[in-house]
């Protein structure tokens, strides 16, 4: 690979740097790959096994859960854990990959999946859901069903494919893959048997049959059967069973397989979090992870940039638990309730790019299973008003919601709000997220998202 562009492109990740511009995640990937349209695929030759995970919710927190299970049993490896997870992003990882890094380990964006797999060739392609999500950019969930199903078709047979079971569309299209393991929840108290309004996939991928649902766990998510054509939720090699929530401080549950099961105490919240740490196991496992250095890996995993993540400023305590999805959403809004006592909460709305223009999402948002628990509600964000207008219509009391249009004003608003030692709930967009984080960073309360290990 000509020595001139890498230069070019690690020069540029360095200014953005020293000039404030950014962390220098993508820039450096986007030049390299001007300059050079194949270096992707040329770097990924150089590592032995490569781990690609996927999802509209989650995958963050989970290549990071791989990732600190792989570091627990000394395997070096490269990661995006900055969350720039497409082409750009790749390509800056592994242009600053350490010569020992022999492992990768990726989370790719949904919608760039099928033209990244071809280039990757990863050795194990994780899938753990889709939910609508962005339909400016990605349009109705069945187009990137479609171009996932073109994408595992193409699959070589030494492409082991792990899937989420409980997905129904995603059962589908593993099922189209003869290298594929499953995974999914067992019959939990906290799933129901009413199918949110909100939910996606309720029709058989096979002959577009409603599907019946005997538990409901996030979404569309759950055990479920076609009546019509007995197409059926597989029957997972990776189970997750026995879960406990506890609030605000944690999950755990039995993680098993086939081999083997463990006691899982993870330090994320919400069930959400459970199929977050299942994946991570069933893929620890295909790659021969042992089970105690899975459990010791999952058990110290922090919270990843703005996913159950606390920073404490001035005296408070914030928690950020990222919200840019009706579904995602919709779980935040669900572990809450878990939690005694009423909630200071804070929701951010932006429509930039990252978040998609089309904010009519938040009217399948369930805000209202939370009405009577809030003890005060703050709205920021490049669409607050929407949001307001929302919570208006919910019979919320305008007279008690405070609208701040800037990051400062909303943390000096919580500051004034919340007793010393007490808690604010912040839900934000992607782009929010990243402005609220910047800002928090200014005041010495956190690091740059893209300092994240």
């Not at 494919?161 to 997905?167: C, H, Y």
């Not at 759950?222 to 054509?229: A, E, I, P, R, V």
């Not at 990843?304 to 408070?316: H, P, S």
């Not at 703050?378 to 929407?386: L, N, W």
């Amino acid at each position: 690979m000509s020595n001139i562009a890498l230069s070019l492109a690690k020069a540029a990740g360095w200014i953005s740097r020293a000039l404030g511009l950014g962390g220098g995640t993508t820039i450096p990937g986007m030049i390299l790959l001007k300059l050079r349209p194949r270096a992707l695929q040329e770097m990924a030759q150089e590592l032995e096994e490569i781990i690609v995970i996927s999802a509209t919710n989650g995958k963050t927190t989970t290549a990071r859960m791989v990732s600190h299970a792989a570091h627990e049993s000394e395997i070096s490896c490269v990661a995006n854990t900055s969350g720039a997870n497409l082409s750009s992003g790749i390509a800056t990882a592994l242009l600053q990959r350490n010569p020992d890094e022999r492992f990768g380990i990726f989370e790719v964006d949904e919608a760039v999946l099928p033209d990244l797999i071809p280039k990757l060739q990863p050795t194990v392609l994780v899938l753990m859901n889709l939910f609508r999500d962005q339909l400016d950019r990605y349009g109705e969930l069945e187009t990137t069903i479609q171009k996932w199903e073109e994408m595992i078709e193409s699959l070589p047979e030494t492409t082991k494919l792990i899937v989420n079971a409980d997905d129904p569309a995603l059962a589908y299209l593993g099922s189209l893959h003869q290298n594929v393991e499953f995974f999914g929840l067992e019959l939990t108290e906290y799933g129901s048997e009413t199918i949110p309004h909100a939910a996606d996939s309720l029709h058989c991928q096979k002959c577009d049959s409603p599907l019946s649902f005997q538990q409901v766990t996030i979404g569309h998510l759950g055990h479920w059967d076609c009546q019509n054509c007995g197409f059926r939720r597989p029957n997972p090699s990776f189970t997750g069973d026995k879960i406990n929530l506890k609030g605000l401080n944690g999950s755990e549950f039995i993680a098993a397989s086939k081999k083997d099961s463990l006691e899982m105490q993870i330090p994320l919240a919400g069930l959400h979090n459970v199929y977050n740490a299942l994946t991570a196991y069933a893929t620890c496992s295909t790659i021969d992870i042992s089970t105690r250095k899975i459990q010791k890996g999952l058990s110290t995993i922090s919270a990843a940039f703005g996913r159950n993540e606390i920073i404490n400023f001035d005296g408070i305590e914030l928690m950020i638990m990222l919200a840019k999805n009706p579904a995602g959403a919709n779980q935040n809004l669900k572990t809450l309730l878990l939690e005694e006592g009423n909630i200071h909460l804070a929701i951010l709305l932006n429509d930039r790019t990252a978040d998609g223009k089309d904010v009519s999402w938040i009217w399948d948002v369930d805000y209202e299973m939370i009405l009577d628990r809030i003890s005060s509600l703050t709205i920021s964000g490049d669409r607050a008003y929407d949001l307001a207008l929302r919570f208006h219509y919910s019979g919320f009391p305008a007279t008690s919601m405070h609208i701040v249009p800037s990051i400062h004003e909303l943390l000096e608003h919580l500051k004034s709000t919340i007793k010393l030692d007490g808690r604010a709930i912040v839900l934000p967009t992607y782009t929010s997220m990243l402005d609220l984080r910047a800002e928090l960073n200014k005041v010495g309360a956190t690091h740059s998202f893209w300092e994240e290990k």
